[in-house]
């Protein structure tokens, strides 16, 4: 092997090498310190793509959880005004047995009938002043949930239709519209009517349940997507602890000798020198 000083091929080797290792230290350290394998796409440019996918899908899926939830809600709220409409309409039942009677004088028709127009009104304020996030709860247009996954073929829509409350609008769930309790004739047609709206508001609020239970059912259904969706993410993203923090010591040895080894190829060409002594 011939002398030169042009060139120190071993201290270049040695610099490439070290290169190599703190090019390698540098992504161990990125990986440790932010747990994810892939910080940037020349990690892994595919496994990047995929991640980034899977992670559109879980943002979705999260809030599709939400909506179905929210729609929840103000189906729950919508069973509780007609869980007291019921009682209302109760109430309304008694006044009316009572008005049907040929016992009741004409003034306690007049206190019968002043009650139930005050129930008949109260029904009314129920379904008109019922609502959920500033929205009427009881509407003759329907609720579309909206459920989505982010991907063209994973979208769906689940719709809810409570209807609207009125005792004052003729074939109206609660249509008590023309009744009164002002002798016993009318507290007997009033009667039968009652009857029927408390029936159509049971019907209702089985409907409405089962919208609920579907609404409950979808969730359950995104809440295992979401997991699994983020187990397949994790696998791909996340870091690999043990295997980095090996790396992590491989990398810090090999940097420590290999700025000793480039120490000592700089150092070799002094040799040099002593020719000239």
């Known amino acids: ?11 270049l080797q040695a610099q490439n090498q070290l290169a190599t290792t703190s090019a390698g230290l540098q992504k161990t350290l990125f990986r440790l310190s932010s747990g994810s394998r892939i910080n940037s796409g020349a990690d892994d440019a595919a496994g990047l793509a995929i991640a980034d996918g899977l992670q559109a899908n879980i943002s979705a899926l999260n809030q599709s959880a939400r909506n179905a939830n929210d729609g929840v809600g103000a189906l729950q709220v919508a069973d ?3 869980n007291q409409v019921t009682a209302l309409l109760n109430r309304a039942v008694t006044l009316a047995t009572e008005g049907s009677t040929g016992t009741v004088g004409v003034q306690q028709h007049t206190a019968l009938d002043a009650e139930f127009t005050s129930i008949k009104a109260e029904i ?22 909206y459920l989505s996954d982010a991907t063209a073929t994973g979208s769906s829509t689940i719709s809810t239709l409570s209807g609207t409350i009125s005792t004052s609008t003729a074939g109206n769930q609660v249509d008590l ?9 009318t507290s007997q047609a009033a009667l039968t009517a009652i009857d029927t709206a408390i029936a159509n508001v049971a019907a209702l609020r089985g409907t409405l349940g089962a919208s609920i239970n579907r609404l409950q059912s979808a969730t359950a259904v995104i809440t295992n997507q979401v997991q699994n969706l983020s187990a ?19 990398f810090q040895i090999l940097n420590q000798t290999g700025i000793s080894a480039l ?11 002593k020719l000239l002594q």
Do not use: H
């Open 124 to 145: 009314d304020r129920i379904g008109s002043s019922t609502s959920f996030n500033g929205a009427a709860v009881f509407s003759a247009v329907s609720t579309n949930v």
């Open 177 to 185: 519209s023309g009744k009164s309790l002002t002798d016993a004739t």
């Open 80 to 82: 509780g005004a007609l």
């Open 1 to 11: 092997m011939s002398l030169s000083i042009l060139s120190n091929i071993p201290s």
């Open 232 to 250: 397949a993410q994790d696998g791909i993203r996340g870091a690999n602890i043990a295997e980095e923090v090996a790396n992590l010591s491989k």
């Open 263 to 273: 120490s000592q190829a700089n150092q070799s060409q002094q040799s040099v020198l």
